[in-house]
T-cell receptor
Framework: GQSLEQPSEVTAVEGAIVQINCTYQ??????LSWYQQHDGGAPTFLSY????GLEETGRFSSFLSRSDSYGYLLLQELQMKDSASYFC???????????FGPGTRLSVLP | DVKVTQSSRYLVKRTGEKVFLECVQD?????MFWYRQDPGLGLRLIYF???????EKGDIPEGYSVSREKKERFSLILESASTNQTSMYLC?????????????FGPGTRLTVT
């Protein structure tokens, strides 16, 4: 079967740095992507990693280690607007097939 | 501005009814996806399509079918709605190649089956 694990909730204060982890067990692996979803909104794409290492996009960075079946999303200089759910998603063996994690709810406190 | 639209934000149907959910994208994307989202389960892929008239099953296709007659439109069909299909349904689209990771989602349709 396919499974992705993320922490269900994370809390941090404005200006801090937070890391959201994602571990996966899937049949085949092509890449890991991250999405943000505000309450009542649609998921929006943040980042992806097809190769090991760190990808940086502004305040957000994403890391992948294929040997450890592990990745994380790093959010720096947290802002109140970053309060949302964050999902990791693995592109698995059959091309366009994506498996999403259960999501991590991030709460940013003043 | 990139846009994926879905035919309804909220829908209430009765058990046994045939239900059509429509999705239209204006980005000329080859790939289109249908997901359902349930609390604690994340998004689960129902079907995807990589070209007109082409479709592939995702993880949970049972009880659903799809239709893609035009590039911009991808329809999800519940042949005989059941209460366990009460959920949020999200449509997405993307370009092929590595851009497949960057999926654009519609606002979702919250379907309630009574």
């Amino acid at each position: 079967g396919q499974s992705l694990e993320q922490p269900s909730e994370v809390t941090a204060v404005e200006g801090a740095i937070v890391q959201i982890n994602c571990t996966y067990q899937t049949s085949g692996f092509y890449g890991l992507s991250w999405y943000q979803q505000h309450d009542g909104g649609a998921p929006t794409f943040l980042s992806y990693n097809a190769l090991d290492g760190l990808e940086e996009t502004g305040r957000f960075s994403s890391f992948l280690s294929r040997s450890d079946s592990y990745g994380y999303l790093l959010l720096q200089e947290l802002q109140m607007k970053d309060s949302a759910s964050y999902f990791c998603a693995v592109r698995v063996l059959y091309g366009q097939n994506f498996v999403f994690g259960p999501g991590t709810r991030l709460s940013v406190l003043p | 501005d990139v846009k994926v639209t879905q035919s309804s934000r909220y829908l209430v149907k009765r058990t046994g009814e045939k239900v059509f959910l429509e999705c239209v994208q204006d980005m000329d994307h080859e790939n289109m996806f249908w997901y359902r989202q349930d609390p604690g389960l994340g998004l689960r892929l129902i079907y995807f399509s990589y070209d007109v008239k082409m479709k592939e099953k995702g993880d949970i296709p049972e009880g659903y079918s799809v239709s893609r007659e035009k590039k911009e439109r991808f329809s999800l069909i519940l042949e005989s709605a059941s209460t366990n299909q009460t959920s949020m349904y999200l449509c997405a689209s993307s370009s092929p190649g590595l851009e497949i990771y960057e999926q654009y989602f519609g606002p979702g349709t919250r379907l309630t089956v009574t």
